[in-house]
């Protein structure tokens, strides 16, 4: 079975500084997929990025890019120019490529809560 | 707003009840999941719905199960409610399970058992 860790329980930053959030996964697969979630206090869960492992390089959207390192089984979070708004619980999570037998399903980590401070 | 729709919003009830949370995926998404959050165990993978088939399932107690209709939306049916139970649940859709279409959350329903 798969498992994701996220070793920060909590991040603290100040506003327009960069923050990195680190998560770390265990898998005997090959091809998969993973994800950064973002939970704000409206518990609303929002999709923040993705990589696929089959590509090398990192996904980049606006103010957050990934350093995604398959053989170290890595996959850190960096939010670029902090902004209020990104204060939220964020969960690493991660998704076999290998469709069926619960394999569709997300696996997630812990979380971080991150912390903006202004 | 993902577009995913959850009820209700909050749900109490007692210990040995039923209850059906609902979902209705964003239009054209024919995958539903749903997940659990609790503070024990965090985000856990329940169950996932192909076009109105069982396509997955994850850590989905027996006293739980779950359907997905016609129409497209899915029931959660939680019964013989524990206290440990008390939990969000969130429903997600994604376009089709067989490719990494992205899964997008819906509110939740915070269900809380006394």
């Known amino acids: 079975a798969q498992t994701v860790t996220q070793s920060q329980p909590e991040m603290s930053v100040q506003e327009a500084e960069t923050v990195t959030l680190s998560c770390t996964y265990d898998t005997s697969e090959s091809d998969y997929y993973l994800f950064w979630y973002k939970q704000p206090p409206s518990r609303q869960m929002i999709l923040v990025i993705r990589?696929?492992?089959?590509?090398?390089q990192n996904a980049t959207e606006n103010r957050f890019s990934v350093n995604f390192q398959k053989a170290a089984k890595s996959f850190s979070l960096k939010i670029s120019d902090s902004q209020l708004g990104d204060a939220a619980m964020y969960f690493c999570a991660y998704r076999s490529a290998r469709s069926g037998g619960g394999a569709d399903g997300l696996t997630f980590g812990k979380g971080t809560h991150l912390i903006i401070q202004p | 707003d993902s577009g995913v729709t959850q009820t209700p919003k909050h749900l109490i009830t007692a210990t040995g009840q039923r209850v059906t949370l609902r979902c209705s995926p964003r239009s054209g998404d024919l995958s539903v999941y749903w997940y659990q959050q609790s503070l024990d165990q965090g985000l856990q993978f329940l169950i996932q719905y192909y076009n109105g088939e069982e396509r997955a399932k994850g850590n989905i107690l027996e006293r739980f199960s779950a359907q997905q209709f016609p129409d497209l939306h899915s029931e959660l049916n939680l019964s013989s409610l524990e206290l440990g139970d008390s939990a969000l649940y969130f429903c997600a859709s994604s376009a089709a399970p067989d490719r990494v279409y992205e899964q997008y959350f819906g509110p939740g329903t915070r269900l809380t058992v006394t």
């Open positions: 990589q696929e492992a089959y590509k090398q």
